[in-house]
């Protein structure tokens, strides 16, 4: 009797063991977060996302797993990538940039989607509006503070009546902030002069076509043509030519300045809206966002030995906005 009783026991204890088990894996999420390339912005994002999700319960190795995959700048790995994310079938999946959001909803009607640092997802057609974009899909618009950037420039330049725009015209976020810059910059009196540059090999000749043309040259967040930074920077150096960036992480590479979101604090926005997707709410009725709206203590970022090079010297005013001077 004794002996049943112990192998009684024993079977007792591997039967909770199991349940405990099962329970522990059923509460464990799973979430795919994927980005076409690695920069200091969207590695920021991805730690962002990591934060929100930990300020909502949701703990790397605790209760939740995480599946991260660069893409190396590769659009057929990144639709790869996408392949193999859909078929594993996370509980969220989680883009970072604007194409690998769009080769994360393509071929995906089931897996709720909240992507990151997308400059314009309507334009881009992940979403259809802002407020309750219906569907599968939700998350957070990194678009530039437009008007911010500007006035900025204004301040450095008094006298900016023409501003370059160099750009690749088959990205989405370019095209929409070439929108943005104009009709902003339509209301400042400063007019926008277009110079596409469909690929690497193409931005040095658009950057020189400006040089003379314009005041300055503003510097999207292009992947295409800020991969060309160094050689925009050069010709600005050597014409007198001021040149600007679209994102303040671009400022050390020799831009004159920039004024911008905290991608941290985008990364911890698109977290949280996870988050709200693993509690079981519809991805369809979360607003998707426009950080800079939300995250408005924005960075101001100067080179003050690049601005002394494209014959600029930055005044006492201007230095005093500035949230962080590269000497």
Do not use: C
Not at 106 to 111: C, E, H, L, P, T
Not at 192 to 215: F, Y
């Amino acid at each position: 009797m004794k002996k049943n009783f112990l192998v009684k026991g024993v079977v007792t204890l591997v039967a909770s063991g199991l349940i405990a088990g099962a329970a522990l894996a059923a509460d464990m999420k799973r979430i795919a977060i994927s980005t076409i390339v690695e920069v200091p912005a969207l590695l920021d994002t991805k730690n962002g996302i990591i934060e929100g999700l930990a300020e909502r319960g949701y703990v790397v190795g605790k209760n939740l797993e995480v599946d991260y995959q660069n893409a190396n700048g590769k659009m057929d790995t990144q639709l790869a990538i996408a392949k193999k994310f859909i078929g594993d079938k996370p509980d969220v999946l989680v883009p970072i940039t604007t194409p690998t959001s769009q080769a994360m909803i393509a071929g995906n009607k089931d897996i709720p989607v909240v992507f990151a640092t997308v400059t314009d997802p309507v334009k881009a057609k992940l979403i259809k509006q802002y407020i309750k974009p219906g569907g599968n899909v939700t998350g957070v618009s990194d678009a530039a503070p437009i008007v911010n950037q500007l006035q900025l420039f204004k301040k450095i330049i008094p006298n900016l009546k023409k501003i370059g725009f160099i750009y690749n015209p088959g990205l989405d976020n370019a095209l929409a902030t070439l929108g943005w810059i104009k009709e902003e910059g339509a209301k400042m009196g400063i007019v926008v002069v277009e110079s596409p540059s469909p690929t690497v090999n193409e931005v040095l000749i658009a950057t020189k076509k400006l040089v003379g043309k314009v005041d300055a040259i503003y510097v999207p967040n292009d992947t295409t043509v800020i991969s060309g930074i160094a050689a925009i920077v050069k010709i600005g150096q050597d014409t007198d030519t001021p040149v600007f960036t679209g994102e303040t992480g671009h400022v050390a590479s020799g831009s004159i300045g920039s004024v911008g979101i905290d991608y941290v604090g985008v990364g911890v926005i698109a977290g949280h809206m996870v988050a709200d997707v693993l509690d079981g709410k519809n991805p369809g009725d979360i607003d998707a966002v426009i950080a800079y709206k939300v995250l408005t203590d924005f960075k101001i970022v100067l080179n003050k030995a690049s601005a002394a090079k494209m014959g600029i010297t930055l005044s006492d005013e201007v230095l005093a906005m500035a949230t962080e001077i590269i000497e």
